[in-house]
C-alpha cells in the first residue's frame, strides 16, 4: 500500500510537469494553430501545409500527455478517498499509483528531448567488429535486440540494408526505426546507443569453450523528412547497381535493383573529403532504392551538420559526458549476469531482458545525464 507521501510526490510532480511545459500557453497556441488548417486554401502548398500539420500535431502531443498525467494523478487520488471509505482495496490503490507514476515518468522523459532533431525516425546502423564469428554473431544479436525494442515500443521497424556473414551472424545492417501513432521521438530515445558495444561471454564457437571479448559499433542519425531542406551537391554523386541477395523471389539475382550511391563529402571546415558509401536493397525497384538511398544521404549530412552545431555551442567543456560516435558506451557480461553503461554507470543483472529488447533504464539514465551536464 502506497504512503501519502508517495501521493503527495505524484501531485507534486504533476503540476510541475504543468509548469515546465507551460501547458496553458500550448493550448492557446494549438487552438491558433489548429485554426490556420481550417482555411480554404491551406492545401494549396502541400509542403507548407505538412510542416503546419507536423507543428499542430506536435503541440498536441504535449497536451494529449499531460493530460493524460493529470488525469491518473486525479484517479489516484479518487482511489485513496475510496479507500478510506472502504470503497477500494489496497491492490486498485498500488494499481492506481503505478498508472500515474509511469505516466509521470514518461511525460519526463520527453521533456528531456529538447533538440530540434528528436522527434525524427531513427536511421540505426550496426557493424561488427574484429573477430570474425564471435563478432558477427554478436551483431545479430544487437540486431535482434533493437529490433525487439522497437517492436515492444510500438515503431515501425525496417531493414534496409542487410549483409549477412559467411558462417554465422551479420557483417552489417541499416534499419530504419519510424514513429507510428502509438510511438515518438524513436531519434530521441536511440541517439543513447551509438558507439561501441562490448560482448564478454564463453564463446559457442570456441572448441575450448574459453571466454571471448567482441565488439560491434552502432550509429545512430535522425532520418530526414521532406519538411527538412538538405544540400546535396549533384556533381558528388555517382551510383552503382547490383543484383539484390537473399529471399525475394525470381526478380532476385536476375535484375539489377539493389543501388550504392557514393558521395564525396567536403568538410566545410577543414575542406578534407571522405566517401560516404550508402547500400539500399529494401524494395525490388531500383526507382524506389534510389530515393531511399537519397534519403539516407541527407540524414547523414544533416547528422553532420547537426554534431558540428553541438560541438560549437558546447565547446565540450571538461568532465562533460562524452558523447563521441567511437566510444565504448557499454559492456555485456553474460557470465557475471551484468550489462552496465560506462557513460552513467546504470547497470542491470537482468541480461536476457536487455537482450530483449529492455533498453529504457538506460536510455533514461542517459537522457538525464545528458540533461544534468547541460
Excluded at 504512503?3 to 503540476?15: L, P, S, V
Excluded at 509542403?47 to 493529470?70: F, H, N, P, T
Aim: hydrophobic share 35%; with cysteine; charged share 35%.
Amino acid at each position: 500500500m502506497i504512503t501519502q507521501d508517495q501521493q503527495k510526490d505524484i501531485r507534486e510532480r504533476a503540476e510541475a510537469l504543468a509548469r515546465y511545459l507551460d501547458i496553458d500557453r500550448k493550448k492557446i497556441e494549438f487552438e491558433e494553430e489548429d485554426l490556420r488548417t481550417q482555411a480554404p486554401d491551406f492545401w494549396d502548398d502541400p509542403d507548407r501545409a505538412r510542416a503546419q500539420m507536423k507543428v499542430v500535431g506536435e503541440l498536441k502531443k504535449w497536451i494529449d500527455g499531460y493530460k493524460e498525467v493529470s488525469t491518473a494523478a486525479e484517479e489516484l487520488d479518487l482511489a485513496m478517498e475510496f479507500y478510506r471509505e472502504e470503497m477500494a482495496t489496497e491492490e486498485e490503490v498500488d494499481q492506481a499509483y503505478d498508472r500515474a507514476l509511469e505516466a509521470i515518468e514518461d511525460l519526463e522523459l520527453k521533456n528531456m528531448l529538447r533538440q530540434e532533431e528528436d522527434p525524427m525516425d531513427a536511421v540505426l546502423k550496426i557493424n561488427s567488429g574484429a573477430g570474425g564469428t564471435e563478432a558477427q554473431d554478436w551483431a545479430q544479436m544487437l540486431m535482434r535486440m533493437y529490433m525487439r525494442w522497437a517492436e515492444k515500443g510500438g515503431y515501425k521497424c525496417t531493414i534496409v540494408d542487410l549483409l549477412e556473414a559467411d558462417d554465422a551472424g551479420i557483417k552489417s545492417v541499416t534499419m530504419q526505426i519510424e514513429n507510428t501513432g502509438s510511438a515518438d521521438y524513436a531519434y530521441g530515445y536511440l541517439k543513447s546507443e551509438s558507439g561501441v558495444h562490448r560482448l564478454v561471454r564463453v564463446s559457442p564457437y570456441n572448441a575450448q569453450g574459453k571466454r571471448m571479448t567482441s565488439f560491434a559499433s552502432v550509429f545512430v542519425t535522425p532520418l530526414v523528412d521532406d519538411t527538412i531542406e538538405v544540400y546535396v551537391d549533384p556533381s558528388r554523386i555517382s551510383w552503382d547497381t547490383f543484383r539484390s541477395s537473399g529471399a525475394g523471389g525470381q526478380n532476385v539475382n536476375k535484375v539489377e535493383t539493389g543501388v550504392r550511391l557514393r558521395y564525396m563529402y567536403q568538410d566545410p571546415d577543414t575542406g578534407e573529403e571522405e566517401e560516404i558509401l550508402i547500400a539500399n536493397t529494401e524494395s525490388r525497384k531500383q526507382q524506389q532504392n534510389r530515393e531511399n538511398a537519397m534519403r539516407l544521404l541527407k540524414s547523414q549530412l544533416y547528422d553532420r551538420a547537426m554534431k558540428k552545431r553541438m560541438e560549437a555551442q558546447a565547446a565540450i567543456e571538461a568532465g562533460k559526458m562524452k558523447i563521441e560516435w567511437g566510444s565504448q558506451i557499454r559492456s555485456y557480461v553474460f557470465d557475471d549476469r551484468r550489462v552496465k553503461d560506462h557513460r552513467t554507470n546504470y547497470q542491470t543483472s537482468d541480461v536476457d531482458a536487455v537482450m530483449d529488447g529492455k533498453l529504457d533504464g538506460f536510455i533514461k539514465a542517459y537522457l538525464m545525464e545528458l540533461n544534468n551536464k547541460d
